[in-house]
Protein backbone atom coordinates (compact mmCIF):
# COMPACT_ATOMS: atom_id res chain seq x y z
CA UNK A 1 0.00 0.00 0.00
CA UNK A 2 1.66 3.11 -0.71
CA UNK A 3 1.61 5.81 1.63
CA UNK A 4 2.67 9.63 1.53
CA UNK A 5 3.73 11.20 5.08
CA UNK A 6 4.08 15.22 5.09
CA UNK A 7 5.78 16.48 8.40
CA UNK A 8 7.47 20.09 8.71
CA UNK A 9 4.57 21.97 9.42
CA UNK A 10 3.94 24.21 12.07
CA UNK A 11 3.23 28.17 13.19
CA UNK A 12 5.60 31.05 11.94
CA UNK A 13 5.63 34.66 11.62
CA UNK A 14 4.88 36.30 8.51
CA UNK A 15 8.36 36.54 7.09
CA UNK A 16 9.49 33.41 8.29
CA UNK A 17 10.58 30.28 6.68
CA UNK A 18 9.27 26.52 6.96
CA UNK A 19 10.55 23.27 4.83
CA UNK A 20 7.87 20.60 4.22
CA UNK A 21 8.73 17.24 3.76
CA UNK A 22 6.82 14.28 1.73
CA UNK A 23 8.24 10.84 2.17
CA UNK A 24 6.33 7.98 0.20
CA UNK A 25 6.41 4.10 1.01
CA UNK A 26 7.43 2.75 -2.00
CA UNK A 27 8.48 4.75 -4.73
CA UNK A 28 9.35 8.03 -5.93
CA UNK A 29 7.11 8.94 -8.73
CA UNK A 30 7.86 10.49 -11.95
CA UNK A 31 4.96 13.88 -10.33
CA UNK A 32 4.81 14.76 -7.09
CA UNK A 33 2.96 17.78 -6.04
CA UNK A 34 2.08 20.01 -3.21
CA UNK A 35 -1.54 21.47 -2.49
CA UNK A 36 -2.71 22.80 0.07
CA UNK A 37 -6.57 24.29 1.63
CA UNK A 38 -6.96 26.94 3.73
CA UNK A 39 -10.15 27.05 5.74
CA UNK A 40 -13.86 27.34 3.88
CA UNK A 41 -11.80 27.25 0.71
CA UNK A 42 -11.11 24.77 -1.98
CA UNK A 43 -7.69 22.88 -2.19
CA UNK A 44 -5.45 24.55 -4.30
CA UNK A 45 -2.21 23.89 -6.42
CA UNK A 46 0.79 25.00 -5.22
CA UNK A 47 3.62 23.30 -7.30
CA UNK A 48 4.93 19.92 -8.74
CA UNK A 49 7.89 18.14 -9.75
CA UNK A 50 9.08 16.00 -12.46
CA UNK A 51 11.13 13.51 -12.23
CA UNK A 52 12.61 14.79 -16.17
CA UNK A 53 14.58 17.44 -16.38
CA UNK A 54 13.95 18.16 -13.82
CA UNK A 55 10.90 20.36 -14.44
CA UNK A 56 8.62 22.65 -12.18
CA UNK A 57 5.98 24.61 -11.61
CA UNK A 58 4.20 27.09 -9.41
CA UNK A 59 1.14 28.48 -8.99
CA UNK A 60 1.70 32.63 -9.28
CA UNK A 61 1.55 33.82 -5.70
CA UNK A 62 4.35 31.06 -4.34
CA UNK A 63 6.93 31.81 -7.09
CA UNK A 64 10.11 33.49 -6.06
CA UNK A 65 9.03 32.19 -1.92
CA UNK A 66 8.74 28.42 -2.37
CA UNK A 67 10.98 25.71 -4.07
CA UNK A 68 10.28 22.43 -4.38
CA UNK A 69 12.88 20.03 -5.12
CA UNK A 70 13.37 15.85 -4.80
CA UNK A 71 15.79 13.35 -3.26
CA UNK A 72 15.04 10.20 -5.35
CA UNK A 73 17.43 8.34 -3.53
CA UNK A 74 15.64 9.20 -0.24
CA UNK A 75 11.90 9.08 -1.66
CA UNK A 76 10.89 12.34 -0.60
CA UNK A 77 9.92 15.51 -1.94
CA UNK A 78 10.54 18.65 -0.12
CA UNK A 79 9.15 22.51 -0.54
CA UNK A 80 11.20 25.29 1.01
CA UNK A 81 8.97 28.14 2.05
CA UNK A 82 10.17 31.34 2.80
CA UNK A 83 8.64 34.83 3.18
CA UNK A 84 5.70 33.32 4.45
CA UNK A 85 2.83 35.19 4.66
CA UNK A 86 -0.61 34.99 6.49
CA UNK A 87 -2.73 33.94 3.22
CA UNK A 88 -0.22 30.89 3.28
CA UNK A 89 -2.03 29.53 5.91
CA UNK A 90 -3.47 26.24 5.23
CA UNK A 91 -3.22 22.54 5.24
CA UNK A 92 -0.29 21.49 3.24
CA UNK A 93 -0.93 17.96 1.47
CA UNK A 94 1.46 16.16 -0.90
CA UNK A 95 0.36 14.15 -3.74
CA UNK A 96 1.93 11.52 -6.52
CA UNK A 97 0.91 10.13 -9.60
CA UNK A 98 -1.16 12.61 -11.40
CA UNK A 99 -4.33 10.98 -13.80
CA UNK A 100 -4.43 14.86 -15.71
CA UNK A 101 -3.14 18.19 -15.57
CA UNK A 102 -0.19 18.46 -13.46
CA UNK A 103 -2.03 21.36 -11.35
CA UNK A 104 -5.23 19.92 -11.07
CA UNK A 105 -6.64 17.38 -8.12
CA UNK A 106 -6.89 13.98 -10.22
CA UNK A 107 -3.62 12.75 -8.08
CA UNK A 108 -3.86 8.82 -7.68
CA UNK A 109 -1.85 9.23 -4.18
CA UNK A 110 -1.96 11.48 -1.06
CA UNK A 111 -1.13 12.37 2.37
CA UNK A 112 -2.67 13.43 5.41
CA UNK A 113 -1.97 17.02 5.03
CA UNK A 114 0.51 18.88 7.87
CA UNK A 115 -0.40 22.19 9.08
CA UNK A 116 1.18 25.57 8.32
CA UNK A 117 -0.11 29.01 10.16
CA UNK A 118 1.59 32.28 9.56
CA UNK A 119 0.62 34.37 11.98
CA UNK A 120 0.68 38.62 11.58
Known amino acids: QVQLVESGGGLVQTGGSLRLSCITS??????MGWFRQAPGKEREFVAAIAWSAPSTYYRDSVKGRFTISRDNAENTVYMQMNSLKPEDTAVYYCAADPRGPIAGSGYKYWGQGTQVTVSS
Open 26 to 31: IRTFST
